[in-house]
């Protein structure tokens, strides 16, 4: 589309930080349509690299992504990023708006730098508002979310997100922080009598957890684990099944096994929790 190498677009990204590539899972740079197209105009006007960036930043052209999320942040401008966001959602599903652009520009700036701290707060606050108009619950199975993150963790936004679109997926969930004690854990299972419990965020020892997990299945005896963005470490066989590191995926992933007739504790091993296993 630009008429230049790979190698050439790598220079530009490190000497201008335009265009801005998302990575796949595999580690490929995947470039947002709008930043390209809009770079290919200035280009062709200004026959100069670095005046055609500069102009295609000013511009702005092209549908809304994550790094015009985050240069928003960067100038901590709350209107610009409220008309980005509802320029995508014009374009995307509210789930891809999510994923491909407020995570996505939430993870751009350095972590517990204002720019950041302004962009998760945002982020939070965004995702809460949606939350509150999900639709009523339309399946009978619940979700658990165990919460380890901390406030202004990335892991916490993104435990929020798998919340928000279980639930816009008619899904019963209930969010906990791992701070709470097993007793009082299980008092509030039967409200949800969950399903599944998805294990999120890094802030809690492994016998921690399973203490948790074991309150869990002491009332919710056919209920499945599952790890969410390494909540758990990789140190051996286990029953938890791994959801992976977006949010999308891992809803799918939750939605499908929770179709399943006859769903138990006997998931197929993926990667360990010894400890959780043994309790």
């Known amino acids: 589309m630009l008429g230049v190498s790979p190698n050439t677009l790598r220079s530009w990204?490190?000497?201008?930080?335009?265009?801005?590539p998302r990575r796949s899972p595999g580690g490929h740079r995947q470039y947002a349509l709008g930043e390209i197209e809009s770079l290919r105009a200035t280009l062709a006007e200004t026959h100069n690299v670095s005046s055609?960036?500069?102009?295609?930043?000013?511009?702005?052209?092209?549908?809304?992504?994550?790094?015009?999320?985050?240069?928003?942040?960067?100038?901590?401008?709350?209107d610009k990023a409220n008309g980005l966001l509802e320029e995508s959602l014009a374009l995307r599903s509210v789930e891809r708006t999510i994923e491909e652009v407020l995570l996505e520009a939430a993870?751009?700036?350095?972590?517990?730098?204002?720019?950041y701290e302004f962009g998760w707060r945002y982020a939070t606050g965004w995702l809460s508002a949606v939350k509150r108009?999900?639709?009523?619950a339309t399946r009978t199975s619940g979700v658990l979310v165990l919460d380890a993150s901390s406030t202004l963790e990335l892991d916490a936004l993104y435990a929020q997100?798998?919340?928000?679109?279980?639930?816009?997926?008619g899904v019963r969930t209930l969010s906990l922080s791992t701070g709470i004690t097993p007793n009082r854990l299980a008092r509030a299972l039967p409200a949800l009598a969950p399903r599944a419990v998805v294990l999120a965020g890094r802030g809690i020892s492994l016998d921690a957890l399973g203490r948790l997990v074991y309150s869990v299945r002491s009332v919710a005896h056919q209920t499945s684990?599952?790890?969410y963005r390494g909540a758990v470490p990789d140190t051996g066989a286990s029953t938890v099944l791994r959801l992976g590191p977006n949010p999308m995926a891992a809803r799918d992933l939750l939605l499908t096994r929770l179709e399943e007739p006859g769903l138990s504790r006997s998931v197929t091993p993926a990667q360990p929790l010894p400890a959780i296993n043994a309790r």
């Open 161 to 169: 997100a798998l919340e928000l679109m279980l639930r816009r997926a």
């Open 52 to 78: 055609a960036i500069a102009l295609a930043r000013q511009r702005g052209e092209g549908p809304s992504s994550g790094s015009r999320l985050a240069a928003a942040f960067a100038a901590f401008d709350e």
């Open 225 to 227: 684990i599952y790890d």
């Open 13 to 20: 990204e490190r000497r201008y930080g335009f265009p801005r």
């Open 133 to 136: 108009l999900s639709p009523p």
């Open 107 to 115: 993870a751009t700036h350095s972590d517990r730098t204002p720019e």
